[in-house]
Each structure stands twice: as C-alpha cells, then as structure tokens.
C-alpha cells in the first residue's frame, strides 16, 4: 500500500526554509539553530534546546506543530530523517576558489576516474559484450536521470554509425514495455551510476524472463548489477564538494568508446561502409574535406 501523507519522509528542513519569512522573532531563533547545529537539534531534549536558542519550551512546541508536526518527539524523529543525507550538504564547503583552481580540480578529478575505471577493466567481460553487440539483431540502451539518460544516448550514438540496430529509452515503462518484446538474439545495455534505479532493475529482470542478454554499467554488487547478465563494472568514489559535477561519467563515456571501438573492429567490413556513407553524406553537404570528425 502507497505511504500515507504522515508515514511519508518530509524534508523537514524544506518545509522550515519556506516558512521563514513567516516566523516569529524566537522562532527565526530555533531555526537559526537548526541549520548551524543539527546535530545538536536531533540529540537534544525540548528544554536543551529552548536554553540554547533561548526561547520557552512552548514556544519550541508551538514551532513543532507550524511545521506540521503533533510534537517535539515527532519534529526530531522527521529532522534526522531528513539530516540523513549528510552534512556536506546543510554545511556544504563554499569557500571562494579562482577559475585556476577550478579548472585544474575538474581536470585531475576526470583523469583520476579515467585511471581508475582503465585500473578496474574486465577485459573477459568487455570481450564477451563486444561479442554479443556484433552479433545483435536489436540493441536497447537504457537509462535514466540526468547523467545515465545522457549515457544512454551516447551508446547509440557511437553503436548507430556502425550499421547496428539500436534505440533508447529514458521512459521507465517503455523500457519495462522493450524489454518485454525483446527477442533472445537482442541485446539490453543499462546504465546507473548508482545501481539502484528499481524500476531499471525491472525491465532487466523481465528481460531475463524471456532470455534477453542485458549489460549493467554500473557499480558492483548493486541490484542492476546482479539483475544483469553481466556488468562492466565502474566503481568511483564521489567527492565531498556537492557543486561539482560527478566525475563518473567520464568513466562511462570512456567505457562506451572502448566497447564501441571492439565493436566496431569485429564488424570491420560493414561497419568501415556504413562509416563511409555517413562520412560522404557530411563532405558533400557540410565539411570541405574527411578530417573532421563524424557527426557535429
């Protein structure tokens, strides 16, 4: 049964943000207090907490119930629920750092996640991929969310040019509705930085009820991993600074070029004309000569 609206995880601390403006003077004070000291909030008692944002404890209590909540016992129980996800994210690090900086942090974090996906290669598993795509009479390339929807789009971006069959889907049921069809020469490949898109997980199970070999890209030992028939595993640790990009999805493209390229390299005859029709559509009608590269 679906969550009722009390049983359901609220951001507490949302809820408060959109509230400020509506508090009163000892309450801008318990706020205040919340968001410098959490900690303290969900391991201490009302009368602790009322001393130090010095206020009463009704007013604590009173604070409590504009927040939706019947008392102090509840508000705390919602607060560390919503604190769970970590202080890098109530107290994020937001010192000041120069373009210099920047540029140079982004740049060593994407070849730290290039060394580290090229040190954790399956090269058996990468081989046995590269099999199984040559020979697919259909390619499926699921993902979703803003990072594996785009990597999706990337695997048939460098598989279509090779003379493969191969379609995406950032759609939950149109992905469970594919893997349904999908016929036993076919080939599902699924991405996740993180493993635990459920509904992913669906559609790759259902694709093995009817013998569908399906790839994950994705960390080890997750739940898309173990619905797979196999993975390529990619298993990055993620920085503490919450404004930068993941630097994963370097990995991930990376690994798509090196599959695309095996691939590719199985089917060199066709895919060498299907390489060269694209190419001789885009001299006559956009490039001047060959050497740029295949697709804007």
Do not use: W
């Not at 969310?145 to 950032?170: H, K, P, Y």
């Not at 404004?243 to 095996?262: E, G, N, Q, S, W």
Request: overall charge negative; proline content about 3%; glycine content about 4%.
């Amino acid at each position: 049964m679906p969550a009722t609206v009390s049983e359901r995880q609220v951001d507490i601390l949302a809820a408060l943000q959109s509230e400020m403006e509506n508090l009163s003077r000892s309450e801008v004070r318990i706020a205040e207090l919340l968001f410098a000291d959490t900690e303290f909030a969900v391991n201490s008692s009302i009368i602790e907490l009322a001393a130090r944002a010095e206020v009463s404890p009704p007013t604590v209590t009173r604070f409590c119930r504009r927040l939706g909540c019947a008392s102090y016992s509840e508000f705390k129980v919602k607060l560390a629920q919503t604190t769970y996800v970590g202080s890098r994210y109530l107290q994020p690090d937001s010192r000041d750092m120069g373009t210099a900086e920047i540029a140079e942090n982004i740049v060593n974090r994407a070849q730290t996640a290039l060394y580290q996906m090229h040190q954790a290669l399956d090269l058996a598993a990468l081989d046995k991929v590269a099999d199984r795509l040559s020979q697919a009479d259909m390619i499926y390339a699921f993902g979703s969310g803003g990072n594996s929807s785009m990597i999706a789009d990337e695997i048939q971006n460098r598989l279509f040019r090779l003379g493969l069959r191969v379609t995406t889907s950032a759609d939950h049921e149109m992905q469970l509705m594919m893997a349904a069809s999908a016929k036993s020469p076919d080939v599902i490949i699924a991405s996740s930085i993180s493993g635990r898109n459920m509904p992913l997980v669906k559609a790759l199970e259902a694709a093995s009820d009817y013998k569908v070999f399906s790839v994950a890209l994705t960390r080890t030992g997750s739940p898309l991993s173990q619905a797979a028939s196999i993975t390529l595993p990619i298993d990055l640790p993620e920085g503490v600074n919450i404004y930068k990009p993941t630097a994963a999805r370097f990995a991930y493209l990376a690994l798509i070029d090196i599959v695309a390229t095996m691939v590719a390299l199985r089917l060199k005859d066709s895919a060498t004309e299907t390489l060269r029709r694209i190419k001789h559509q885009m001299v006559t009608h956009r490039d001047e000569d060959d050497k740029d590269a295949l697709g804007d």
